[in-house]
Each structure stands twice: as structure tokens, then as C-alpha cells.
């Protein structure tokens, strides 16, 4: 015997297209915080870097302040290690109108990158008198 339309059981559930939609924005969704977390890693390695070149730029404005030199004018070059990286940085001494005063300029570079600093600082050296 047949039951009539109205009392047949309804058929429930997801169509098979359905279900590969939503599987595809899932994925598409997941694929973005994937692109998202990766950017954030690359960011951090970044900042990290910067933070170290800066340490290596106040080391040595620090170390000449430390030793009391009075530094030749004229562009040095060199290499430091910090947190277990390797970076090179220039150091500019200028005269200032003050003949007691130097101007040193210190840049701190990725090694063979001397196109983009990362850290750049300017202090001045006293020539104290002894």
C-alpha cells in the first residue's frame, strides 16, 4: 500500500553540492589565517633584527663614551655580533662648530647589504679635558 504525499517521509539532509560549498569556504577561510599567521612570523624576525641593530648602534656610541676617545673624523667600518647574528655598520665622525664636540653617526646593516639600514643612531663625543 502507498502512503499518500502528505505522509511519506521527508527526505533530510545536505546535497552533495551543498556540502562542497561549504567545504570551500572553509578552506578558503583557513588558507587566509594560514597567510595571516605566516606575515605576523615574518614581521617578528623583522623587528627582531631591528631591535639587535639598534643594540649594536648604542654598543658602540656607548663603548666610545666608556673609553673617553677622541675619534678621527672620517668613515670606519666594521662588523658586531648580537643575539647570535652577525650585522656590519658604518660610523661617520663629523666635526662640529663646537671643537670640543664630534658628531658620530652609527648605521647598522644586514652583512653585504649596505642599501637599507636598520638602525641608525646619533650621538656626540666630548674631548673632556684631563
Given at each position: 500500500?502507498?502512503?499518500?504525499?502528505?505522509?511519506?517521509?521527508?527526505?533530510?539532509?545536505?546535497?552533495?553540492?551543498?556540502?562542497?560549498?561549504?567545504?570551500?569556504?572553509?578552506?578558503?577561510?583557513?588558507?587566509?589565517?594560514?597567510?595571516?599567521?605566516?606575515?605576523?612570523?615574518?614581521?617578528l624576525d623583522a623587528l627582531r633584527?631591528?631591535?639587535?641593530?639598534?643594540?649594536?648602534?648604542?654598543?658602540?656610541?656607548a663603548e666610545h663614551r666608556a673609553?673617553?676617545?677622541?675619534?678621527?673624523?672620517?668613515?670606519?667600518?666594521?662588523?658586531?655580533?648580537?643575539?647570535?647574528?652577525?650585522?656590519?655598520?658604518?660610523?661617520?665622525?663629523?666635526?662640529?662648530?663646537?671643537?670640543?664636540?664630534?658628531?658620530v653617526d652609527i648605521r647598522v646593516?644586514?652583512?653585504?647589504?649596505?642599501?637599507?639600514?636598520?638602525?641608525?643612531?646619533?650621538?656626540?663625543?666630548?674631548?673632556?679635558?684631563?
Amino acid at each position: 500500500m502507498r502512503l499518500p504525499k502528505s505522509r511519506r517521509a521527508k527526505r533530510t539532509g545536505f546535497t552533495l553540492v551543498e556540502v562542497l560549498v561549504a567545504v570551500a569556504i572553509i578552506s578558503i577561510a583557513l588558507l587566509a589565517a594560514l597567510r595571516a599567521a605566516g606575515q605576523g612570523t615574518n614581521q617578528l624576525d623583522a623587528l627582531r633584527s631591528r631591535m639587535l641593530a639598534g643594540w649594536v648602534a648604542e654598543n658602540r656610541l656607548a663603548e666610545h663614551r666608556a673609553l673617553a676617545a677622541w675619534l678621527p673624523l672620517g668613515l670606519q667600518r666594521g662588523t658586531a655580533r648580537e643575539g647570535g647574528r652577525e650585522f656590519a655598520w658604518t660610523e661617520e665622525v663629523i666635526a662640529t662648530p663646537n671643537g670640543s664636540f664630534r658628531r658620530v653617526d652609527i648605521r647598522v646593516f644586514n652583512p653585504g647589504d649596505d642599501s637599507h639600514s636598520l638602525a641608525r643612531v646619533v650621538g656626540f663625543i666630548v674631548n673632556a679635558p684631563r
